[in-house]
């Protein structure tokens, strides 16, 4: 009985995975993807909207606070360039904020329709077991770099997922990137060498399985802003301090 309801829960989810997929195919740009992502189960418009307004704000007070002190001082070159500073430093936390509340609802796009993508997963691994052999046939020293040469992640993306939006192509793309297949491939050296590729196949996914669940989406969280935004106001305050007198 547990047994069968673990297949349709599987299912179930499987299915949901699917529905997702689909859903996705009609987002053709990222606020569609931040707008509709309540669909998927995303809160994209809680994060994307609440981190930048409280960038935004924190930026334009310190910009108006470093205005009002050259105001109250010496205008100079000196002045002026820390003016700006304290600008640049505004627009860039603002706009990496933007980059990083956006991957963080990509890679939290990418977890929700994962199980959709795990025969996908198991093919990059079938791929990447077989040019790994190619290599250690060659006696080729096998590092990221060597492996990059030979297997192209993005166009495997792409070929495989066309009717997806680029943006969560790139989401696809970014999250293999981030596995670290030399740590894997090193202990798998001879499976591979003796023949044996499908056992070689499915240890890596595991490993990459476990790796993309346990490292990637469970460490894709906000909590960057605990250390950005004191950052950001540390520096600001410091340039007004030194340079607006």
């Known amino acids: 009985m547990t047994r069968r309801y673990d297949t349709d829960e599987q299912n179930n989810q499987q299915m949901?995975?699917?529905?997702?997929?689909?859903?996705?195919?009609?987002?053709?740009?990222?606020?569609?993807?931040?707008?509709?992502?309540?669909?998927l189960g995303i809160d994209g418009v809680k994060h994307f909207f609440g981190l930048t307004f409280l960038f935004g704000v924190v930026n334009g007070l310190l910009f108006l606070a470093a205005i009002i002190k050259l105001f109250f001082s010496t205008v100079?070159?000196?002045?002026?360039?820390?003016?700006?500073l304290v600008a640049l430093v505004g627009v860039g936390a603002i706009s990496y904020t933007i980059y990083r509340v956006n991957r963080y609802i990509i890679l939290n796009t990418i977890q929700f329709i994962y199980q959709s993508l795990e025969p996908f997963f198991l093919k990059v691994c079938g791929k990447v077991i077989d040019k790994s052999a190619k290599l250690f046939e060659n006696n080729t020293q096998l590092d990221n770099r060597a492996l990059a040469q030979t297997i192209d992640f993005s166009k495997l993306v792409h070929e495989e997922f066309q009717k997806l939006p680029r943006l969560i192509r790139w989401g696809i793309t970014f999250t293999l990137e981030l596995v670290p297949f030399m740590d894997i491939l090193i202990e798998l050296k001879s499976d591979v060498r003796e023949g044996h590729r499908d056992d070689a196949v499915?240890?890596?996914?595991?490993?990459?399985?476990?790796?993309?669940?346990?490292t990637v989406f469970a460490k894709?969280?906000?909590d960057w802003v605990w250390w950005g935004l004191p950052l950001n106001m540390a520096i600001s305050i410091i340039l007004m301090i030194m340079m607006i007198k």
């Open 16 to 39: 949901a995975s699917d529905n997702r997929l689909r859903l996705l195919e009609q987002i053709d740009s990222p606020w569609k993807l931040i707008r509709q992502g309540s669909k």
């Open 76 to 84: 100079n070159t000196i002045s002026i360039i820390g003016l700006l």
């Open 202 to 214: 499915q240890k890596l996914f595991e490993y990459v399985d476990e790796f993309i669940q346990n």
């Open 220 to 222: 894709n969280n906000n």
